[in-house]
């Protein structure tokens, strides 16, 4: 199995801040990572595809970049309703495996 | 419009086989290219992926739990069900079932999640 690894686990900031997350796979999955954002007690939801396309309706403050095993997930200024948890899940081969999460949390 | 929701019991016994339905709307399973795929979280842990079945009834299971899982489809119904044998306090989770295509591969619509708790 793949694994995937997040860093860091959580995450302090202010509205405003630029924000970065890592995620780290075990052995090269090319470009087929996903990232998902999760706000408590809600479904997650997709943020990014194929390790830098925004989907549809995501705000431009979101980029992915990232190939092989090394991966980040950028928030340029956050915003109030950008705390949350964030997710990146690989899709290259089964079976398909999610990072353990990285919360973000008012500073 | 794609929605998907999940059915099934809340509340389990430890050693029951666990059986969650996942009823969908603005697809159909006999499309080329359709999955749908399920994915649970217990209470403030990570997401873990579970299962996967697509459109040509290839299906694909995490090899931790392949042993317990069936993945099985029925596109008259426009539902997939998913069981879970040898249930576990372990296994107390909300369950997701979700689309996705061989187009995006990635989960693009998720259902609302049904959350099951094992216990005697």
């Known amino acids: 199995d793949i694994q995937m690894t997040q860093s860091p686990s959580t995450l302090s900031a202010s509205v405003g801040d630029r924000v970065t997350i890592t995620c780290r796979a075990s052995q090269s999955i090319s470009n087929w990572l996903a990232w998902y954002q999760q706000k408590p007690g809600k479904v997650p939801n997709v943020l990014i595809y194929?390790?830098?396309t925004l989907e549809d309706g995501v705000p431009s403050r979101f980029s992915g970049s990232g190939s092989g095993t090394e991966f980040t997930l950028t928030i340029s200024s956050l915003q109030p309703d950008d705390f949350a948890t964030y997710y990146c899940?690989?899709?290259?081969?089964?079976?398909?495996?999610f990072g353990q999460g990285t919360k973000v949390e008012i500073k | 419009q794609i929605t998907l929701k999940e059915s099934g019991p809340t509340l389990v016994k430890p050693t029951q086989t666990l059986t969650l339905t996942c009823t969908f709307s603005g697809f159909s399973l006999s499309m080329s290219g359709v999955g749908v795929g399920w994915i649970r979280q217990p209470p403030g842990k990570a997401l873990e992926w579970l299962a996967l079945i697509y459109w040509n009834d290839n299906k694909y299971f995490s090899p931790s739990l392949k042993s317990r899982l069936s993945i099985t489809k029925d596109t008259s119904k426009n539902q997939v069900v998913l069981t879970m044998a040898n249930m576990d306090p372990v296994d107390t989770a909300t369950y997701y079932c979700?689309?996705?295509?061989?187009?995006?591969?990635?989960?693009?619509?998720w259902g609302q999640g049904t959350l099951v708790t094992v216990s005697s």
């Open positions: 899940q690989h899709y290259y081969s089964y079976p398909w495996t």
């Open positions: 194929k390790a830098s």
């Open positions: 979700a689309h996705n295509s061989v187009t995006s591969y990635y989960f693009d619509h």
